[in-house]
């Protein structure tokens, strides 16, 4: 039994070690198609665009021939220094010197005028996501297939893993809180590939449609996730630790007095309080047992906060198997117990728009029941996904967590 376990251990590490990802998997004729005819590319990128070794998208690109004409820039940067929300500003890559170009100002999307792009004969995607509607990076995507679908431009997106495995869960946007948080009818934990979502927004979303090439992943498993973050996302999720938190404290973090320990190396990795609310024991307990059920282990937490000038206490969180995590669950359990528990919950002005649905508040509030919420959340997740399914390129295919 003993041989047989260590012969499917190999198997599986044999598997993986052939893994590529969709930059590392261009079919020669393709390269020579862009080389070839001098094709100008514009590069949607960011610092996790790199092949396994550490190499620069760009700089692997400029190495086999390809004409990269410009950089373009989501939220966070090229470089992903700059915080949240942050405007991000033209410049020049420092290593190429190829033009920068922002796609990220005032809190949201840059609009992108056909004189921006004129020289561009292609656009190539290669970015990390999340896992998550919210965060922007898809909505960079989404804006890219817009405009070139509008200008008769080609995309070329490079795959990648989808860090949160192979779960889909949560509410889809309804169409009055379309924003660049939510920026299309889509999970709020989506369980796709940025390839795969590329292919649902243009056949589903756009009214026009771009000219779109998906580059796969070689032998990829969803539920594998993501070995190991190879860059942080941004500054405040630069571990793989951090990814996974995001999937429900990325919402919780626009609940109020909630901390989750953003600006701090432990960001997304904790639920805490202010210990001036004296937050009953038993309630952490009550909390970190529910937690428990929806696969996220606890463990007692208190730090001190620079940001709102004192002491945090809470829970610090483990996702041992992202696939085992109910995120939209904990997110409802973890407001729903400390109010419980007394503290004065209030809902930032965003909070609607990253949801996705109005009704995720409204339930929390105690405006609504739970089982309408749910009805709602759990039929748009079946309609989704009988939609999605032609797009799914890998195995297996996300799987549907109902509440």
Not at 306 to 333: C, D
Request: charged content about 20%; hydrophobic content about 45%; aromatic content about 10%.
């Amino acid at each position: 039994m003993k041989k047989i376990i260590a012969l499917l251990g190999v198997v599986s590490l044999l598997a993986h070690a052939e893994f590529k990802l969709g930059i590392e998997n261009m079919p020669v004729k393709f390269t020579a198609q862009y080389v070839d005819n001098k094709l100008s590319v514009g590069l949607i990128t960011n610092q996790t665009g790199k092949d396994q070794k550490g190499n620069r998208t760009v700089d692997l690109l400029l190495k086999k021939g390809f004409k990269v004409s410009a950089l373009f820039a989501p939220e966070h940067g090229v470089e992903g220094k700059i915080e949240l929300e942050r405007d991000i500003k033209d410049g020049l890559d420092v290593k190429t010197q190829i033009p920068v170009i922002s796609l990220y100002m005032n809190g949201t999307g840059k609009k992108i005028n056909p004189l921006m792009i004129k020289d561009i004969d292609a656009f190539f995607f290669d970015i990390q996501d999340s896992g998550m509607r919210h965060y922007t990076y898809i909505s960079t995507l989404f804006m890219i297939l817009q405009a070139a679908g509008q200008e008769g431009k080609k995309v070329v997106v490079f795959d990648r893993p989808n860090p949160l495995g192979k779960m889909m869960e949560g509410p889809l946007v309804d169409p009055t809180l379309i924003s660049f948080i939510s920026i299309a009818p889509i999970p709020l934990r989506h369980g796709m590939t940025v390839g795969e979502l590329a292919e649902f927004f243009n056949t589903h979303v756009l009214e026009k449609k771009a000219q779109l090439i998906v580059v796969p992943m070689k032998e990829y498993d969803r539920s594998y996730g993501l070995a190991n973050l190879h860059a942080p996302l941004s500054p405040n999720i630069a571990s793989k630790a951090s990814c996974h938190g995001y999937c429900f404290l990325g919402l919780l973090g626009e609940v109020s007095p909630f901390d989750v320990a953003v600006g701090t190396p432990d960001a997304f990795q904790v639920i805490a309080l202010p210990e001036s609310l004296a937050v009953p024991a038993l309630a952490w307990q009550e909390l970190a047992s529910q937690l428990k059920v929806y696969g996220i282990n606890c463990s007692s937490y208190k730090f001190y906060s620079e940001r709102k000038k004192h002491m945090q206490v809470g829970l610090r969180l483990a996702m041992p198997n992202i696939n085992e995590v109910s995120a939209f669950n904990a997110f409802l359990a973890t407001v729903s117990t400390m109010k419980k528990a007394g503290v004065p919950i209030d809902f930032k002005p965003v909070f609607d728009k990253a949801a996705g649905s109005k009704h995720v508040r409204l339930f929390l509030m105690g405006v609504m029941g739970y089982q309408e919420m749910i009805d709602e959340v759990n039929a748009g997740l079946q309609a989704f996904f009988s939609k999605a399914q032609p797009v799914f390129k890998y195995l297996p295919h996300p799987q549907l967590l109902f509440n």
